[in-house]
């Protein structure tokens, strides 16, 4: 991995902390569906510990993203950074807006599931949006 010394150091960091957290979360959620679809999660306590387990690594993806901001030592590049999730809040409060609009007025029954999801979407396609004409 030539590109790997290459890289700077909070970067390197950054794709650490994504790694274990993204890693930590198929573990933990392959392990707590099993579990709970094993009919082995009685009661409504071992439902919400099950939840917050899973929740926890996706928290950390977050963390992640917005230390990267504080690490960056390139004023440029955070400033581009800060652009690109801005562009991601945004996209996602759009989406979430127009969708209960929709459930509003009984064209959808339910929104959006998947917050978090959505939101690391939009930051993928935020990314050249920021870039653009920089």
Do not use: C
């Amino acid at each position: 991995m030539a590109g790997w010394n290459s890289m700077a150091p909070y970067m390197r960091r950054y794709s650490i902390r994504i790694l274990l957290f993204m890693a930590s979360y198929v573990i933990i959620l392959t392990a707590s569906l099993s579990f709970a679809r094993s009919g082995a999660a009685h009661g409504q306590a071992t439902k919400i510990g099950l939840a917050l387990i899973t929740a926890f690594p996706v928290i950390g993806v977050f963390w992640a993203i917005f230390r990267l901001l504080v690490e960056t030592d390139d004023e440029y590049q955070r400033f581009l950074f800060a652009k690109q999730t801005l562009f991601a809040t945004a996209f996602t409060s759009v989406i979430v807006t127009v969708w209960q609009f929709l459930q509003v007025y009984d064209v959808v029954a339910t929104g959006p599931q998947w917050m978090g999801v959505i939101w690391f979407a939009m930051l993928g396609l935020a990314g050249p949006i920021a870039r653009w004409k920089a």
